[in-house]
């Protein structure tokens, strides 16, 4: 078990959220030694005042530059720990549950390195979060996920799915245990990604190099942010990462093919009187309708 962990949190106008979450970390280590690092990613609000009155904690100022550069600027601070876990300012933990994430990270049941670990998320309500995912797929950009059926659908929405530790495709980045050696392997959190899709890249690359992506519902999280939704501008960065991903990952045919189911599925949203989609799907098929924050690399060849 790592003797020593990282814990990075990226703080956006969000301090006194971020507080809170630190107050419930004693009791989350259950006795593991840490140190605690909050990147604040050019807050405009008095995070920084409140973040400069917790004790023991390294308080990184940076710019905007999205999630991922502010876990890497966080990762950076770091001192000499063999694990590092990502934690959203929004969640509460329970008791426990980040001792128990690292403590799962090396040697898994079936031999296979456990480089990433994640927890049971439950919403604010107490409701289990789908917070478990699939590899993104053709067939599971045709928006037919409510069917359940696994082929068509990225969610893993089985209640069974959620009862027992086992390895998974990749898991909802609000809270990630990551081994030092794993990070290390993988290397930086892909800045490309302003916001969303950053964790399934990180999941993916790390499963590429032989190690495990591990789901403990032991460890256990509440994510009060988590049922709130996303703007239009967010909804937006989520489709087209999406896509990006997968070109990256799959090449331009199938990246081209795609790119053509989700333009789709937005625009049959935006028939339906939704707003957000019909954005998404103009920025899909026109880069000057895209925000500067999603046309960070290109989502295909032009």
Known sequence: MPARVGLVVVNYNSAHLTRALLDGVPAALAGL??????????SQDDSLEVLATLTGVTVVPSTNEGYAAGLNRGIAALERVDAY?????????APGSLRRLVERLGEGPDGARVGITAPLVRDADGSTSWSLRRDPSLLRSCGLGSTGRPALSEY??????????????????????????????????????????????YCMRARDLGWQVWFDPAAEVIHEGGGSGVSDALHEMQVLNRVRLVRRRRGTAYGWAYLGASTAQELWWAAKGNRRNRRAALALVVPSRRSAKSSRGSVLPQ
Do not use: K, M
């Open 33 to 42: 030694e840490a140190e605690v690092v909050v990147v604040d990613n050019g």
């Open 85 to 93: 876990v990502a934690l959203n300012p929004d969640l509460r933990l």
């Open 156 to 201: 893993v929405r089985d209640p069974q799915a959620y009862s027992h530790a086992h390895a998974v495709d990749w898991a909802l980045g609000a809270c990630l245990a990551v081994s030092w050696e794993c990070a290390q392997d993988i290397g930086p959190w892909d800045e490309s990604y302003f916001l969303y899709s950053e964790e399934t890249d």
